[in-house]
């Protein structure tokens, strides 16, 4: 089975930090993605990834940033936590030539305090 | 790009009875239609899902959905649920030349004995 790994359940943090959530898949997908999820909105896009070093911005990529240096592994970069960006934040990875993601990790449960 | 409207927002249901959660889209040439399933503190799961031929898809734990162009729908369908598929469902849809999903705001399934 594919696995897509979030390093934190749960994560506090204050105003002002800077923030890495971490993803790793353990199936060579080529695609990976960031998402939040807060009631009522559904899932938004925030970057997604779809080779090595490669990145586009999704529909709510401010106060975001990404890296993807080895294939395997997704990180989302809050670069000074805001207390809007407390939520829920999903990873998840599709194989090559799919943009629509097939297997999700179990997310991870961000305050910012 | 899409968007996608879940109507209602939770959706009580007895034990053995049949379901449908309702998902209508905005109008395009054409379209990729989801439906994903997240359990209590999981990730989502991908249901399944509609890129081209017959209109009636037909996915895991007994679930179907149909494709119906002139009302802008995909809803999802069970004939008989049980208590384990008590869930949030979230429906989703891209433009078959766009890149990102676009997420419903997500049904809560609340199956009772």
């Known amino acids: 089975d594919v696995k897509v790994t979030q390093s934190s359940r749960y994560l506090v943090k204050r105003t002002g930090e800077k923030v890495f959530l971490e993803c790793v898949q353990d199936?060579?997908?080529?695609?990976m993605f960031w998402y939040r999820q807060d009631p009522g909105l559904g899932l938004r896009l925030i970057y997604f990834s779809y080779d090595v070093k490669m990145k586009e911005k999704g529909d709510i990529p401010e106060g975001y940033s990404v890296s993807r240096e080895k294939k395997e592994r997704f990180s989302l970069i809050l670069e000074s936590a805001s207390t809007n960006q407390t939520s829920m934040y999903l990873c998840a990875s599709t194989p090559g030539g799919g943009f629509q993601p097939q297997h999700f990790g179990d997310g991870t449960r961000l305050s910012i305090l | 790009a899409q968007s996608v409207t879940q109507l209602d927002s939770q959706v009580p249901v007895f034990e053995e009875a049949p379901v449908e959660l309702r998902c209508n889209y905005s109008?395009?040439?054409?379209?990729?239609l989801f439906w994903y399933v997240q359990y209590p503190n999981q990730g989502l799961q991908l249901l399944l899902k509609y890129l081209s031929g017959s209109t009636l898809v037909k996915g895991i734990n007994g679930f179907e959905a149909e494709f119906n162009k002139s009302q802008t729908s995909f809803h999802l369908r069970k004939p008989s649920v049980h208590i384990s598929d008590t869930a949030e469902y979230f429906c989703a849809a891209s433009d078959t030349g766009r890149r990102a999903l676009t997420f419903g705001s997500g049904t809560r399934l609340q199956v009772q004995p």
């Open positions: 109008s395009s040439v054409s379209v990729y």
């Open positions: 199936m060579d997908h080529e695609n």
